[in-house]
């Protein structure tokens, strides 16, 4: 959060360290070391127009800024085809952060897109079908958030998990094992800290 006050809203070049699959990370742009590379807020963003999901589901607010990207594409998209706007519930565990992140959203124009939780990903429940999963939590329980949140997932929705870079193998290796596992089928992008995008095999149209 420091990180984040310092830079005061200014972009700073991705620091991660360079990998086999992306050698020049400081091409990328960061806000933070935390929240996602600004590209892969773009590129969420623009999935989110892309597919038009009416039920977004976050894990790891953090300070709320991709939350915050991942409503302005639901506002772009306007009412669905039912009426309705899309919606993003994002929970993040840490009540520090977590009153950080309500502050953003309570000042924000997209809040009424957004509902915003302070609590566990392994704990929390949300009613209805998720068209698109975004899991940016603690690397550690990647895996099992996803798949607590498997049954629920649109067969032809999207899973998107963060931080999955060769050199932080946890998330890697979690969404490989899933594959393995006949679970999710996945493409590894080749960002600075790694994002892997999935889609449940089961269901599948």
């Known amino acids: ?19 086999p699959e992306c050698p020049h990370p400081e091409q990328w742009s960061m806000i933070d070391s935390m929240t996602a590379e600004v590209e892969v807020l773009e590129f969420i963003a623009t999935l989110v127009t892309t597919i038009k999901p009416r039920l977004v589901v976050e894990t790891g607010s953090f300070l709320g800024v991709s939350t ?8 772009r998209n306007g009412p669905l085809a ?18 950080r992140a309500k502050e953003r959203v309570d000042a924000s124009p997209l809040k009424p897109l957004i509902e915003l939780r302070n609590e566990s990903s392994l704990e929390m429940t949300v009613d209805g079908t998720i068209d698109l999963f975004f899991s940016d ?65 089961a269901g599948r149209v």
């Not at 959060?1 to 990998?19: S, V």
């Not at 939590?137 to 997932?153: C, G, N, Y």
Request: aromatic fraction near 4%; proline fraction near 5%; include cysteine.
């Open 68 to 75: 915050e990207w991942i409503a302005r594409g639901l506002e």
């Open 1 to 19: 959060m420091l990180q984040h006050d310092r830079a005061a809203g200014k972009l700073l070049p991705e620091y991660h360290r360079a990998t």
């Open 137 to 201: 939590s603690d690397l550690d329980i990647r895996e099992a958030e996803v798949k607590r949140f498997l049954p629920q997932i649109n067969p032809n929705g999207i899973i998107l998990m963060h931080d999955a870079s060769s050199h932080q193998r946890v998330v890697r290796e979690a969404a490989l094992r899933m594959e393995d596992e006949g679970l999710i089928s996945v493409v590894l992008l080749p960002t600075p800290r790694g994002l892997v995008i999935a889609q449940p095999r």
């Open 82 to 99: 039912d009426g309705n706007a899309g919606r993003i519930v994002s929970c993040e565990f840490d009540t520090v952060v977590f009153a």
